[in-house]
């Protein structure tokens, strides 16, 4: 029991991380075809970094458990990418995750500290 | 003769010894000065931490028009400041009727821009490493819109280090997740 509620908060966002992941990936695949248009040759294959384990167990394993019955299925799109190793997901710790900046209010000092990650920088220096 | 491109639709480029420079500094002043905001004291971030308000139905309503202007000059400052995706995602949310705490949020942003105008996005000078490197970060909040059981999505993308693409968006779909 004490598992199971030290791991509810991973789990109830497994579903969300994971519908952001095909999102981005579909985004992903679309900026690869226009690099490639442009003569720019990415690596195979492209990065994805998810703060959510759970998510990213869901990817790399092609199985149905109870947890993720109700995820449509349009949603597995992602796991399709890791299985043909377009993409590659990869754990990246709350703290360190630029993306959070996008997805809800935070702190002044990982506000800064995020922006200084992105690289935006006064223009007067 | 080769001539630099320094200023397209509102976007500044700066050529300097790190790379190139994108920002949108003569466009903030412009829109500050327009929403006559020039005399405002500078913050240093654009939301309340807490300023999640789920009822504001009994609160003034305001001029709609006027915060339409507001909502859409500051969208098109979303071009080049990836930390504004987010709170105007939010607040456009209030576009078909706003009130005086949503108002409140967007002038908080005007004053926000106006003390980081100079801010830009660095794309950073070829130094021969991981080049070709694509990375995608993901994040998402579950639920954050309690009356619409709705969350925000989020996602970036570097390429050789420099911020190519992003995107703050609420979900169209009901996350059902939860333990029980």
Redesign the interface.
Known sequence: MVF?EAT?GG???????Y???T???C??IW??FL?KEIK????RP??????NKFAINHAKNLVAHG?SK?I?TRFHFLREQVKKRIIEVTH?PTQD????????????DR??K??GE???????D | MTYWLTYFLGL?F?YTD?GI?M?Q?KYTIDMVKWFKMMDCNHI??H?????RKEETKDEEKMDHTHYKQLIGSVRYHCNS???L???VGVASRHMHEPRKSHLIAAKRILIYLKGAK???????KNTNEKM???????????C?NKSERM?????????A?????????K?P?V?????K
């Not at chain 2, 420099?162 to 703050?168: Q, R, T």
């Open positions: 199971q509810s789990i109830v966002k497994l579903e969300v991380e519908i952001v992941g999102y981005a990936s985004q992903a900026l690869d690099l720019v040759e990415v690596k492209l990065y994805f970094m998810i703060n947890r109700h449509e990246c995750q630029p993306a959070n900046v996008l997805t809800k209010p935070v702190r002044v506000f800064l995020t922006n992105l690289g935006v920088l006064s223009c007067l | 500044e700066l790190k420079l920002h500094r240093i971030t939301s309340e931490l807490n300023s400041r990836l930390d995706s987010f709170v100079d801010l830009g996005i660095l794309f950073p070709d490197e694509l990375i995608g970060y993901c994040d998402s909040d579950w954050d969350s925000t999505t989020g996602y970036l993308f570097k390429l280090r420099a911020l190519i693409s992003w995107c703050s968006k979900q779909v996350a059902l997740s939860s333990l």
